[in-house]
């Protein structure tokens, strides 16, 4: 039994952790750049060490056992503080003149944060942005990022977050089809193509007063290309306020209806994540600040916007044949 914590295999805990997520060998020697048998070696002199077991073996699988999920409680946190002490302190150390590596998805950094870069630069000259995109959630210990901008509702495991962005969906197409369907009704935009998620549709057209199963055209996985094919005349898109304001602005795309509509609340808002070690480090306090203050000038400059469609409360009722030829005067004999 293990009696003192200056015998405790430090090295072996990664391997550890990876192979307690995984359950597998393969993919543990995969993730730490290891043979199989590197693992089973290292997990087996942690064990040795430990004087009990972590794992059941179940044929290629791995399984946990109550002391294994004991331990990886405690070396979840204590990775999880190196990893983020060790970013902290290589970011002292070269001061302001290291990248801030900022990981953010693809239709945030396209629509609204590339066209605010200017700014950044001449605000902050000295500090320069490495800009990752991508879809998936990055581990920012683990790939060495500082700061990720995210979608959703916030507290992710281990790290600090502030809401920066919370905006709704409107309606927008591009000039052409705004002038075609201008005093047109709700009724009458169904028809159209519609780009995005059929279930975001159904509720707008829900609120609007026109219940429908909707039938996109096109569904897409990243938004700056669906509004890049709303502005190119391929269909109607329900997007983001603030992300469609650059382009309202220019004139790319026309906002069809005053309506707005809540985003899903798994969705809902933006954030600045970060590792707490990180919170006073003067890069990343910068660009805390230049964030927050360009979100409040977006919101502050979205003009409300004049209705192309005529809201579905404004529509005459329509009356039946058979009402009409009641209405209809008889005539004199």
């Known amino acids: 039994m293990l009696t003192s914590m200056s015998r405790l295999p430090l090295h072996t805990l990664p391997v550890f952790r990876s192979a307690a997520r995984s359950q597998n060998l393969r993919a543990t020697a995969l993730e730490m750049h290891l043979t199989h048998s590197a693992v089973s070696q290292q997990i087996g002199v ?138 047109g009704s709700v009724a009458a935009l169904a028809q159209e193509p519609l780009l995005g998620s059929a279930e975001s549709w159904d509720r707008w057209f829900s609120e609007a007063g026109l219940k429908l199963h909707s039938n996109p055209v096109a569904t897409f996985s990243d938004a700056g290309l669906m509004l890049q094919a709303a502005e190119q005349g391929l269909g109607i898109a329900l997007g983001r306020e603030f992300m469609v304001a650059d382009a309202l602005r220019d004139g790319l795309l026309v906002q069809l209806s005053e309506q707005r509509l809540a985003p899903d609340v798994d969705y809902a808002s933006y954030f600045l994540v970060y590792p707490p070690a990180l919170r006073d480090w003067a890069p990343l306090q910068a660009l805390r600040g230049w964030l927050h203050d360009e979100a409040c000038a977006s919101q502050r400059n979205m003009a409300p916007a004049a209705p192309v469609i005529t809201p579905m409360a404004a529509e005459p009722p329509r009356k039946s044949a058979a009402r009409a030829k009641a209405a209809k005067p008889k005539s004199q004999v």
């Not at 405690?74 to 990981?103: C, F, I, K, P």
């Open 46 to 183: 942690l064990e040795q060490q430990l004087g009990f077991p972590l794992f059941e073996r179940r044929g290629r699988r791995i399984v946990l056992n109550e002391a294994g999920q004991t331990l990886l409680c405690s070396v979840e946190s204590a990775l999880a503080q190196l990893d983020t002490g060790v970013l902290a302190a290589a970011a002292t150390a070269v001061g302001t003149s290291q990248r801030l590596r900022l990981t953010v998805m693809p239709s945030f950094l396209q629509r609204w944060l590339l066209p605010r870069m200017h700014r950044w630069r001449e605000r902050h000259p000295d500090i320069a942005l490495e800009l990752h995109s991508s879809q998936q959630l990055m581990d920012l210990q683990r790939d060495g990022f500082h700061v990720a901008l995210r979608q959703g509702k916030g507290g992710w495991p281990g790290l600090s977050d502030e809401r920066l962005i919370d905006s709704p969906l409107v309606v927008v197409a591009s000039p052409a089809t705004a002038r075609r369907l201008q005093g």
